[in-house]
């Protein structure tokens, strides 16, 4: 089934009301765009994404990517696909003018980009970890790397890929053992990485791979991991692809879900070594590797809403048409009319609404750190999207696996059989608590570096904004009534903050055994923020008679049900986080 139908209302709302984006553009410098332009592209998106993309969605499950002995083939339809994909722009819409691209503010992309999520997934990571390279390049990068591989990575020509992870060190990073050795002008790289998305394919011109790899001098550890740009193709004296690098794809994953991204491992340097240029400093692949790995991580989130979204759409759909039900008089009616399907359907609605709206605030916080004017303002809108990445990929990863089981839930036995769909989506979502990062790593580092690292300062500035948001809800008579809950979901996440600052210097398995439920308190604290700000925006609008009344009032009511329904949960995850790790860390090895 195909049911491939973009929420544009949603989008519009949060961008020209909740967040006033014709303001933000002038706030940070960007008067050539606007709210009309980017609601002309968000149009043409959803276009693109419905005609090209969402039909490829299921052929992508079915047929996926596979290795033969010339490498892999991508699922039929594509490369066509990507084709049209770089031809209409969209691969430059973020990329900077110097080199071709349209330089779109973050909150842009998080809106288009979420239209290819939901259209396809699997097809859209490749994209994603270009966009992650080039932030990459842009922030450590020779000027000469530069200019010889942005224009055909910000045109899209070609793709790029993250290769991190090796059989014996996947979130331990300490323990990579790829190695490079100087070679004249470059060095030759050597090794091996598995579970590489996109790795290798045929829908662009070149892959251009960064790998972390260690030189001869390296110290141990995380210390002595340096970033190399290598190319599948090498480049010819016209920098044109020219003979292929000593990189070869061995073999593709059998998945549960994602089938049209092949994943791969890569072979470096099975012929003398892999030509290989270093990025950054030596030694300084870490912080290389993280803007490139927070880009990736607020894109897992982008994806889960994405995927999310997707079952929604089809859930909904299939309640209204399927007829299950029988009246005294013997005419049948929809399962729509049942509170249990309505139920799922509103923690449906109302948790992509949530992740929407929340996903859209921590994009404007990384265009609000670009341009900011100041050193101080620089780093609070810095120390902001610190908080926000690990609860964009962990709180909405994790909340995905809720909303796509419920659309299988929604369907039924019907939901259970592949025919329909549904159960694509479930398998889909189900790599995004794993990706860049597993939801431990999140939430590890939400309660280390971004609340220990800081001692709360980050997190309790939220948490006063949080707090200043209920005060006004406080004020609108229609809305007093959910006022109270946000502040004692708030007073919840304070506490939990405190708990930890005063635990964790004596326990040092604290804030590990706290740290997911940590995670998941403030995600859904930030997800009734969110609600609460687009329920205050609609009832302005509904008191000022503007807008459409009835998609302003469907807003309250998807608010209150989050309030009545989701937001609770924060008291449920205070409680494991305050019990300590005691009978988390009790048990010997043995007795597992």
């Not at 396809?120 to 932030?135: C, D, K, Y």
């Not at 990025?279 to 994405?306: C, I, K, W, Y």
């Not at 302003?552 to 300590?580: C, E, N, S, W």
Request: glycine content about 10%; hydrophobic content about 40%; some cysteine.
């Amino acid at each position: 089934m195909n049911n491939f139908d973009f929420p544009y209302k949603d989008a519009e709302f949060l961008l020209n009301h909740v967040l006033d984006f014709d303001r933000l553009c002038l706030e940070t410098g960007l008067e050539d765009v606007n709210g009309e332009l980017v609601l002309a592209i968000l149009e043409e998106a959803i276009r693109f994404g419905g005609q090209v993309l969402a039909p490829l969605n299921e052929t992508g499950d079915r047929q996926g990517a596979r290795l033969e002995d010339d490498g892999v083939h991508e699922t039929p339809g594509f490369a066509e696909a990507y084709r049209q994909f770089v031809d209409n722009g969209w691969a430059a819409l973020v990329g900077a003018e110097a080199y071709g691209g349209q330089a779109m503010p973050k909150v842009v992309q998080a809106c288009i980009t979420e239209v290819w999520y939901t259209a396809n997934v699997a097809f859209s990571l490749g994209p994603l970890l270009t966009t992650g390279a080039i932030e990459a390049l842009e922030a450590h990068a020779s000027e000469n790397l530069k200019q010889t591989y942005f224009p055909d990575l910000v045109s899209g020509n070609w793709m790029a890929t993250m290769c991190l992870t090796e059989s014996a060190a996947g979130s331990d990073l300490a323990a990579v053992t790829c190695r490079a050795v100087p070679h004249g002008d470059h060095y030759l790289l050597t090794g091996q990485k598995i579970f590489i998305t996109w790795g290798d394919h045929r829908m662009a011109d070149n892959i251009i791979h960064l790998v972390l790899a260690r030189l001869p001098d390296a110290p141990a550890g995380v210390k002595g991991i340096s970033m190399f740009l290598v190319p599948k193709y090498l480049l010819d004296e016209h920098g044109r692809p020219g003979e292929q690098n000593d990189v070869h794809c061995v073999g593709i994953e059998h998945k549960l879900g994602i089938h049209g991204s092949p994943t791969c491992t890569l072979n470096f340097g099975d012929n003398g070594g892999a030509v290989a240029y270093l990025v950054g400093e030596p030694h300084g692949g870490l912080m290389a590797m993280f803007t490139m790995m927070n880009d990736a991580r607020q894109g897992v989130g982008q994806e889960s809403l994405g995927v999310s979204g997707r079952s929604y759409q089809q859930a909904a759909a299939f309640a209204r048409e399927r007829i299950q039900g029988t009246r005294k008089d013997g005419s049948r009616y929809p399962i729509i009319e049942f509170p249990d399907v309505r139920r799922m359907l509103m923690v449906m609605k109302s948790a992509t609404e949530a992740m929407r709206g929340l996903i859209y605030i921590a994009a404007v916080e990384i265009d609000r750190m670009n341009a900011a004017q100041t050193t101080e303002q620089a780093r609070r809108h810095a120390a902001r999207t610190g908080i926000y990445t690990p609860i964009v990929k962990g709180w909405i990863s994790e909340l995905a696996q809720e909303v796509t089981y419920l659309g299988i839930q929604v369907h039924g036995g019907m939901g259970y059989v592949e025919e329909t769909g549904s159960a694509q989506h479930y398998r889909d979502a189900r790599i995004m608590s794993i990706y860049e990062g597993t939801n431990g790593i999140q939430g590890l580092d939400l309660a280390g570096r971004k609340t220990l690292g800081d001692k709360g300062e980050a997190l309790d500035d939220l948490l006063r904004e949080i707090r200043g948001t209920a005060a006004e809800m406080s004020q609108v008579k229609s809305l007093s009534g959910m006022a109270e809950p946000l502040l004692e979901a708030t007073r919840l996440g304070r506490e939990a903050m405190q708990w930890l600052l005063s635990t964790a210097p004596k326990d040092r398995h604290a804030a590990g055994g706290a740290s997911v439920n940590y995670m998941m308190l403030i995600g859904y604290l930030c997800g009734g923020w969110v609600m609460a700000k687009s329920a205050l925006k609609a009832s302005e609008l509904l008191e000022a008679g503007s807008g459409d009344e009835t998609f302003l009032r469907t807003k309250l009511v998807t608010a209150q049900f989050y309030f009545d329904h989701l937001l609770p949960r924060t008291a449920g995850y205070f409680k494991p986080i305050t019990a300590g790790s005691e009978g988390i860390m009790a048990l010997a090895e043995d007795q597992f």
